[in-house]
C-alpha cells in the first residue's frame, strides 16, 4: 500500500508507533521502491524508545515533542546518530485538555520551543501540532481546538519573534481535514480515508498494521 501511493506521488507518510515504523521503513522492498518517502512519527514517543526511533531510515520529522527532557532526549540521540541534517520537528499540544490525550499545556507551548530553539542545536522546530476532540459538531462553529492551535502560533510568533509563515500547524484527521485545512492546518493526517480502518483484532504484524499509517500531507507542497 505504501508502494502503491508512492507511485501515486505521495511522499510523506506517518506512523503511530516506533517499531511498526522502524519495520516499515527498513522493508528492503520499501527501501528500493521509496528513495525520496518522507516518514512522520505522529504518535506517542516515549523516551526509552528515543534511539529505536532515530534509527529509523528516512526519518524527516518528529511531529510530537510534549516536554523539553524529551526534547533534549531526541537531540542527544540525533547528535549521535551523525546526521549532518537537523532532525525536523513539531510540538505537540493537548488543545483539548482530555486526560487521554499526550501532549503539553497550552500555557508551557512557548517555553517549550524557546527552549528547543536555544537549547538543541540537532533539532530544527517547525511547527505545531495537536489531536484535538473527537467529533466536533461544527454547526455549533469552528473546533475551538483548532482555534487555539491557531492562537497559539501567533503567541508564539510574536513573544519569539518568528514569522508566522515559518510555523506550520499539523491538525486535522479522515474525519475533519477539510475543516481543519479550512481554519489554516498546513499538514493534515489522512489514515483510514486512505488506507482503511485499522482492525483492532488482530495482533500486529507488519501486513495486518499497515492501515495505522498515515499520509501526512504538506499542503504547502501539494497547492
Same mark, same amino acid.
Given at each position: ?32 521502491s521509496c528513495p525520496e518517502i518522507k516518514w512522520h512519527f505522529i504518535g ?7 534511539? #529505536? ?11 510530537? /515533542? ?13 547528535? #549521535? ?19 487521554? #490525550? ?23 522546530? /517547525? ?13 455549533q462553529g469552528p473546533n475551538p481546538d483548532f482555534q487555539m492551535l491557531l ?50 483484532? #488482530? ?6 498494521t499497515t492501515t495505522d499509517l498515515k499520509a501526512s500531507v504538506p499542503l504547502?507542497?501539494?497547492?
Amino acid at each position: 500500500m505504501v508502494i502503491e501511493a508512492y507511485g501515486h506521488g505521495q511522499r510523506t507518510f506517518g506512523e503511530n508507533y516506533v517499531q511498526e515504523l522502524l519495520e516499515k521503513a527498513s522493508n528492503p522492498k520499501i527501501l528500493s521502491s521509496c528513495p525520496e518517502i518522507k516518514w512522520h512519527f505522529i504518535g506517542h514517543l516515549q523516551k526509552q524508545n528515543v534511539n #529505536k526511533l532515530m534509527a529509523v531510515p528516512n526519518l524527516f520529522m518528529l511531529e510530537t /515533542v510534549d516536554s523539553m527532557k524529551l526534547a533534549d532526549k531526541v537531540n542527544s540521540s540525533w547528535q #549521535k546518530k551523525g546526521s549532518t541534517q537537523r532532525l525536523k520537528v513539531m510540538v505537540q499540544v493537548n488543545t483539548s485538555g482530555e486526560e487521554s #490525550k499526550h501532549g503539553l499545556p497550552p500555557s508551557e507551548t512557548v517555553a517549550v520551543v524557546e527552549h528547543i530553539k536555544a537549547s538543541c542545536p540537532s533539532l530544527e522546530f /517547525v511547527g505545531l501540532m495537536t489531536i484535538g476532540s473527537f467529533g466536533h459538531d461544527l454547526s455549533q462553529g469552528p473546533n475551538p481546538d483548532f482555534q487555539m492551535l491557531l492562537s497559539l502560533r501567533q503567541e508564539l510568533c510574536e513573544k519569539l519573534n518568528i514569522p508566522v509563515n515559518q510555523v506550520e500547524l499539523s491538525m486535522g484527521m479522515s474525519g475533519d481535514f477539510q475543516h481543519a485545512i479550512e481554519v489554516g492546518s498546513t499538514n493534515v493526517r489522512i489514515g483510514s480515508t486512505i488506507f482503511g480502518e485499522r482492525d483492532y483484532s #488482530k495482533k500486529p504484524t507488519l501486513d495486518q498494521t499497515t492501515t495505522d499509517l498515515k499520509a501526512s500531507v504538506p499542503l504547502a507542497q501539494e497547492q
